[in-house]
């Protein structure tokens, strides 16, 4: 039986969850992901573990934060003054907002503090700083 390999199409079937044991994205119940191995499309982590395989094989993996979505960095922590925003945004703790970098990327930032004037987003990435554990079962390789 083949193993599975960079380039090649695959579908997995999976259920994320963190250290305290709380599943935070499962494909159990909806159509496997499907995805290119060595195109970087999935995190690093991921992609490793699923190289391989074999069809029908199912592994448990633990992948740490920086081979998941990296560490939490402060540097991603931004404050503004309620008046840069938009007169039709009025800033609530939760919103996600779409911002674009000065480099031009998009990235998404949670508003996760509003008091008086002042307003806190946090740009990291929601499973930044977490290790993540993956149980992974090989359904196809094409």
Do not use: C, W
């Amino acid at each position: 039986m083949s193993k599975a390999k960079d380039g090649d199409n695959v579908k997995v079937h999976y259920t994320g969850s963190l250290d305290d044991g709380t599943v935070f994205d499962s494909s159990r119940n909806r159509e496997p992901l499907q995805f290119t191995l060595g195109k970087g499309q999935l995190i690093k982590g991921f992609e490793d573990a699923v190289t391989g395989m074999s069809v029908g094989e199912k592994k448990t993996v633990r992948i740490l934060s920086n081979e998941a979505y990296g560490p939490h960095r402060d540097e991603l922590i931004l404050k503004f003054n309620k008046a840069d925003f938009p007169p039709d945004i009025e800033p609530k703790e939760g919103l996600v907002l779409n911002l674009k970098s000065p480099d031009g990327r998009f990235l998404l930032a949670e508003i996760t503090e509003v008091s008086g004037d002042s307003v806190t987003l946090n740009a990291n990435h929601p499973l930044a700083g977490q290790n993540l554990t993956f149980e992974i079962d090989l359904v196809e390789v094409a």
